[in-house]
């Protein structure tokens, strides 16, 4: 993987980039507009059509990225500031959308499957919004914590903010984490089960921290409380100023924006496992226990969420900081393209379980694989090597 710059001279390639991924929280306030200028009613799913058809075409045109930053230029690039306000301004174009949404809800011009469009296309704003809320919620500033329980409150799922720091990154990669798909499971069966598994996994964990510190559940520091406070603001605030009528177009996109975030859970780590050490503990999480890609276009829209292995190993990092590595196991395509492949089962599996496969030599005893299905799966591969 090449590296850029000279000691002392580092600039990131993509430095300007970055702010391109502020389309996609703008894009819930283009489909008026262009459904306006255009006629074409079409545009009012321009969100799914941004996310499941253009960006995985680009990503085919433009390819791989190629550059890493140093070690060396670490602390320069996580300093920098610029990269803080590209996910800062996610935020209120983020709400802006939603309130333009919100108003458009309301108006009886529009039909019920333009309505539709727009809440999908909304929810898929809600749903990259997690990914700007993750971002932030790495973060050991507490003003960064505070946007990210903010981020999250358009789609009322306020608890992954607990769930995603203390109980994925330390479960990640093993069958106790209900964010971590198993070799054979569908996407369809694994929406329900991390899902559920992800609410009580995060209840759990703010409960026995907030008992740690001699407080009860009803604790003004309780982080859940805090973030469905603000989702409980933010929709009691919409509803005042639209009337009820929104509800449901609130709850669909959040529901969109939900299933969005879980199917990404589901690419992420399909089939790995951490090894284990000789007293049974799990090994401290690698490279190897996250599927990467590097394609340059999806990455630029998540915030190089795609270079997850080095996301994991190192959860510290700023996401300008992310390196690609060559120990991680790499991904056929981008993201967006394959959350759309996740969705059909028979295709992912022809997809993804050779890779599985191949990662561990033949091996399916070293993957994390689904509870009611080794035997068939062993048997295919032993038939196959």
Same mark, same amino acid.
């Given at each position: 993987?090449?590296?850029?710059?000279? &000691?002392?001279?580092?600039?990131? !390639?993509?430095?300007?980039?970055?702010?391109?991924?502020? /389309?996609?929280? #703008?894009?819930?306030?283009?489909?008026?507009?262009?459904?306006?200028?255009?006629?074409?009613?079409?545009?009012?799913?321009?969100?799914?059509?941004?996310?499941?058809?253009?960006?995985?075409?680009?990503?085919?045109?433009?390819?791989?990225?190629?550059?890493?930053?140093?070690?060396?230029?670490?602390?320069?690039?996580?300093?920098?500031?610029?990269?803080?306000?590209?996910? $800062?301004?996610?935020? &209120?174009?983020?709400?802006?959308?939603?309130?333009? *949404?919100?108003?458009?809800?309301?108006? !009886?011009?529009?039909?019920?499957?333009?309505?539709?469009?727009?809440? *999908?296309?909304?929810?898929?704003?809600?749903?990259?919004?997690?990914?700007?809320?993750?971002?932030?919620?790495?973060?050991?500033?507490?003003?960064?914590?505070?946007?990210?329980?903010?981020?999250?409150?358009?789609?009322?799922?306020?608890?992954?903010?607990?769930?995603?720091?203390?109980?994925?990154?330390?479960?990640?990669?093993?069958?106790?984490?209900?964010?971590?798909?198993?070799?054979?499971?569908?996407?369809?069966?694994?929406?329900?089960?991390?899902?559920?598994?992800?609410?009580?996994?995060?209840?759990?964990?703010?409960?026995?921290?907030?008992?740690?510190?001699?407080?009860?559940?009803?604790?003004?520091?309780?982080?859940?409380?805090?973030?469905? #406070?603000?989702?409980?603001?933010?929709?009691?605030?919409?509803?005042?100023?639209?009337?009820?009528?929104?509800?449901?177009?609130?709850?669909?996109?959040?529901? /969109?924006?939900?299933?969005?975030?879980?199917?990404?859970?589901?690419?992420?780590? $399909?089939?790995?496992?951490?090894?284990?050490?000789?007293?049974?503990?799990?090994?401290?999480?690698?490279?190897?226990?996250?599927?990467?890609?590097?394609?340059?276009?999806?990455?630029?829209?998540?915030?190089?969420?795609?270079?997850?292995?080095?996301?994991?190993?190192?959860?510290?990092?700023?996401?300008?900081?992310?390196?690609?590595?060559?120990?991680?196991?790499?991904?056929?395509?981008?993201? #967006?393209?394959?959350?759309?492949?996740?969705?059909?089962?028979?295709?992912?599996?022809?997809?993804?379980?050779?890779?599985?496969?191949?990662? $561990?030599?033949?091996?399916?005893?070293? #993957?994390?694989?689904? &509870?009611?299905? &080794?035997?068939?799966?062993? *048997?295919? $591969?032993?038939?196959?090597?």
């Amino acid at each position: 993987m090449q590296t850029v710059g000279k &000691p002392g001279d580092f600039r990131d !390639p993509k430095r300007y980039l970055w702010a391109l991924g502020l /389309i996609a929280p #703008a894009s819930a306030l283009l489909p008026s507009q262009l459904v306006f200028h255009t006629k074409a009613e079409v545009f009012w799913w321009i969100g799914p059509v941004i996310v499941l058809i253009a960006i995985p075409v680009l990503d085919w045109i433009v390819g791989e990225d190629g550059n890493n930053p140093r070690e060396e230029d670490y602390a320069a690039l996580s300093a920098d500031r610029y990269y803080r306000w590209c996910t $800062y301004l996610f935020l &209120p174009i983020q709400f802006v959308s939603l309130a333009v *949404a919100c108003f458009m809800w309301t108006s !009886p011009e529009l039909a019920l499957i333009d309505k539709l469009g727009l809440a *999908a296309t909304v929810g898929f704003v809600s749903g990259i919004g997690i990914n700007a809320a993750h971002e932030l919620g790495h973060r050991v500033e507490s003003a960064e914590k505070l946007l990210s329980k903010i981020a999250l409150s358009q789609s009322g799922y306020g608890h992954f903010f607990v769930e995603h720091n203390r109980g994925h990154h330390a479960r990640v990669a093993t069958p106790e984490d209900p964010a971590s798909a198993r070799l054979g499971e569908s996407l369809w069966e694994f929406l329900p089960r991390s899902v559920i598994g992800g609410f009580r996994s995060a209840v759990h964990l703010e409960r026995a921290r907030l008992h740690r510190q001699g407080r009860g559940w009803w604790s003004a520091s309780n982080n859940i409380l805090q973030a469905w #406070a603000m989702t409980a603001v933010l929709f009691g605030s919409l509803t005042l100023a639209f009337g009820p009528t929104i509800l449901p177009w609130l709850a669909i996109q959040g529901a /969109i924006g939900i299933a969005l975030l879980e199917t990404v859970n589901y690419v992420e780590h $399909y089939g790995l496992l951490r090894a284990r050490k000789a007293n049974g503990r799990y090994e401290r999480c690698s490279p190897r226990d996250s599927w990467n890609s590097d394609r340059l276009v999806t990455n630029i829209f998540l915030f190089h969420l795609q270079r997850h292995s080095d996301h994991h190993a190192n959860p510290g990092r700023r996401y300008q900081t992310l390196r690609s590595s060559e120990e991680a196991p790499q991904l056929p395509a981008g993201y #967006a393209t394959m959350i759309v492949l996740a969705a059909v089962p028979p295709l992912w599996r022809a997809v993804m379980d050779p890779k599985v496969a191949a990662h $561990y030599g033949g091996d399916l005893s070293l #993957a994390n694989v689904a &509870p009611a299905k &080794p035997r068939r799966l062993l *048997a295919r $591969y032993r038939a196959a090597a």
